[in-house]
């Protein structure tokens, strides 16, 4: 099975400011990766896919990049409705398998 | 708009069966694969099964293999999770979300329906 590391696990943050979350996957996933947002309570919301294009309606301050192994995502300028919890997904193989998760907090 | 709506959850005893399902709208079901997704209370997302469009294949994670079994019904636009032998680390939230065309990804979620093991 692939194992997805994300990192950091949680991070605190101000409105305004540029937030970074990485995931690091055991073996060469290609650009297979997908980034979510999943506010408390509810559905996971898909945000970016192909580790790199944003999904339809999503806000352009989000954006992801990486391939192989090494998959950065990016909010340019937090908004208040960005905290949430974040997760990365690597698809290019069965099972799938999701990141720990980056719980996005305010500072 | 895709629409996704999970039943069937509630509490049940330990080693007894719960059957889940979703119901899907807004698009054609009988050409999406599905999943199942769980998340246990306070935990992260566990992907436990995908099946294909027309049901002739599906895959289970190991950690569900041999009691979960997903299927679907495309005359209802209906997927279900048949749950046995359930455990109390099977207490989650149970989300359905429908297979990205082209690649095993998720795009869009159900709200999901929760289930409690517990005697």
């Known amino acids: 099975d692939i194992q997805m590391t994300q990192s950091p696990s949680s991070l605190s943050a101000s409105v305004g400011d540029r937030v970074t979350i990485t995931c690091q996957a055991s073996?060469?996933?290609?650009?297979?990766l997908n980034w979510y947002q999943q506010k408390p309570g509810k559905a996971p919301k898909l945000l970016i896919h192909d580790a790199s294009n944003l999904e339809t309606g999503v806000p352009s301050r989000f954006s992801g990049v990486g391939s192989g192994t090494d998959f950065t995502f990016t909010i340019s300028s937090l908004q208040p409705e960005d905290f949430a919890t974040y997760y990365c997904l690597q698809y290019d193989n069965l099972p799938l398998t999701f990141g720990q998760g980056t719980r996005l907090e305010i500072k | 708009q895709v629409q996704l709506v999970e039943s069937g959850g509630g509490v049940v005893q330990p080693g007894k069966s719960l059957r889940l399902s979703c119901a899907a709208s807004g698009f054609t079901f009988g050409t999406h694969g599905m999943h199942w997704v769980r998340q246990a209370p306070g935990k992260g997302l566990e992907w436990l099964a995908v099946i294909s469009y027309d049901g002739s294949n599906e895959y289970c994670a190991d950690s569900v293999k041999g009691r979960f079994t997903i299927s679907r019904d495309n005359s209802r636009n209906t997927l279900y999770l048949q749950m046995n032998s359930l455990r109390p680390e099977d207490t989650a939230v149970y989300f359905c979300a429908k297979k990205t065309s082209g690649n095993y990804a998720m795009d869009v979620w159900g709200q999901g329906t929760t289930v409690i093991v517990s005697s």
């Open positions: 073996q060469d996933i290609s650009d297979y």
